[in-house]
Structure formats: structure tokens, C-alpha cells
């Protein structure tokens, strides 16, 4: 069974960091693009980062570009996303995401102080 | 960006009637590779998205079959031939011709 498991998420203040992390299984994580999408709860979907099966190219929105950083380790079936000068308008569930077919359930970041 | 534009944004539907979704593109979905990278997701309350369509009309693995997706260009539908009790929720198309790939606002699907 494909399972991608979002944690990492929470509460955070304004200007603050969080890495969120989603363990995959149940398919070769090392074969395919990995993303993060979020939700504002209530709202519709934003893309927010890509990175390719070797970790090798890496896209982002203008959003929140030199923000956060997309990474993964194909040894351990993980992608995360490290997110730093959190503002408030980052508030959102975030998915992640395999091949376009493959969500996780989310993880909810809170930015406010 | 791509600006991608749903219509309609709620659509009231009684059950075993069809039901139909438009999206738009501001530009042509076409990739170099002579694919058209449109998708369709949907969005049960409470739930994740789950894509449908991909590469405009093909379906995904365990998608029934009253799902169909048509369209070229710019121009895309969404349709259900029967809608269900379980269809409810939120449609969202979304390109992945150019990035930043972006998503249509959604389209609220309810049972009248």
C-alpha cells in the first residue's frame, strides 16, 4: 500500500523555522519527482516546491522562494521541506506529494504569534 | 503564471444526472513534447485530492468510468455521466505544462 506521512508541523511565530518531513513507502520513492503543495484551510491548492528523483533540480514558487528548501534522502524514503522567515500568509496544510497521484493526509503549519 | 478559470465555481447536481466542469487556460497547454499536461483532482471533504484525469482525458487506476476528461489547448471539461452520492466535494483542474504549475479555484460539487 503507497503511504506518504506528513509531520513536522505546528505552531510556529512569525520569522521562525520548521522542517517538515513525509516518510513514503509502498513504491520506489527513489524513481520519482517529489513535491509540497499547501491549502489554506477552506481554500484552494498552491504549489509550492519540486525536487527530481535524485535530488539533483529543484523548483520553487516566487511565494516563497529563498524561504524554504526542498530536500530529500532516498536512503531513508523521505522528502522534506525546510522552512525558515515563516510569515503568516505560509499558514497552511501541506501535502506532500509523489509522481501527482500519490498525497499524504497533511500536516498543519500555524504561523502567529 | 498560467492562470487557470473554472466555471462554474458550485454546482448543484440531483443524483444520476450528468455534470459538467469548464477550465480554461491564459495560455496553451501544450508542451514541447506535443503532450497537453492538463489534470483533474478532486477534493472529498475532509480528504486529501485524488487525481482523476491526467494528460487531459486519461484516467487513473480504480477511477470509475462515468469520470471522462475532454478538451485541447486551452479549453478543458470535466465530466461525470452519472454523478453519485460519493462524487461530492471539490474539482480542481491544474496544468503541469509550465511552472510554476497552477490549479484552477475549484468547483463545488453538491447534491440538490
Known amino acids: 500500500e503507497v503511504q506518504l506521512v506528513e509531520s513536522g508541523g505546528g505552531l510556529v511565530q512569525p520569522g521562525g523555522s520548521l522542517r517538515l518531513s513525509c516518510a513514503a513507502s509502498g513504491f520506489i520513492f527513489s524513481s520519482y519527482w517529489m513535491y509540497w503543495v499547501r491549502q489554506v484551510p477552506g481554500k484552494g491548492l498552491e504549489w509550492v516546491s519540486r525536487?527530481?528523483?535524485?535530488?539533483?533540480?529543484?523548483s520553487y514558487a516566487d511565494s516563497v522562494k529563498g524561504r524554504l528548501t526542498i530536500s530529500r534522502d532516498n536512503a531513508k524514503n523521505t522528502l522534506y521541506l525546510q522552512m525558515n522567515s515563516l510569515r503568516a500568509e505560509d499558514t497552511a496544510v501541506y501535502f506532500c506529494?509523489?509522481?501527482?497521484?500519490?498525497w499524504g493526509q497533511g500536516t498543519l503549519v500555524t504561523v502567529s504569534s | 503564471d498560467v492562470v487557470m478559470t473554472q466555471s462554474p465555481l458550485s454546482l448543484p447536481v440531483t443524483l444520476g444526472q450528468p455534470a459538467s466542469i469548464s477550465c480554461r487556460s491564459s495560455q496553451s497547454l501544450v508542451y514541447s513534447d506535443g503532450n497537453t499536461y492538463l489534470n483533474w483532482f478532486q477534493q472529498r471533504p475532509g480528504q486529501s485530492p485524488r487525481r482523476l484525469i491526467y494528460?487531459?482525458?486519461d484516467r487513473d487506476s480504480g477511477v470509475p468510468d462515468r469520470f471522462s476528461g475532454s478538451g485541447s489547448g486551452t479549453d478543458f471539461t470535466l465530466k461525470i455521466s452519472r454523478v453519485e452520492a460519493e462524487d461530492v466535494g471539490v474539482y480542481y483542474c491544474?496544468?503541469?505544462?509550465?511552472?510554476?504549475?497552477?490549479f484552477g479555484q475549484g468547483t463545488k460539487v453538491e447534491i440538490k
Open positions: 491544474m496544468q503541469s505544462t509550465h511552472w510554476p504549475w497552477t
Open positions: 525536487i527530481n528523483s535524485d535530488g539533483s533540480t529543484t
Open positions: 494528460k487531459v482525458s
Open positions: 506529494v509523489g509522481g501527482l497521484n500519490k
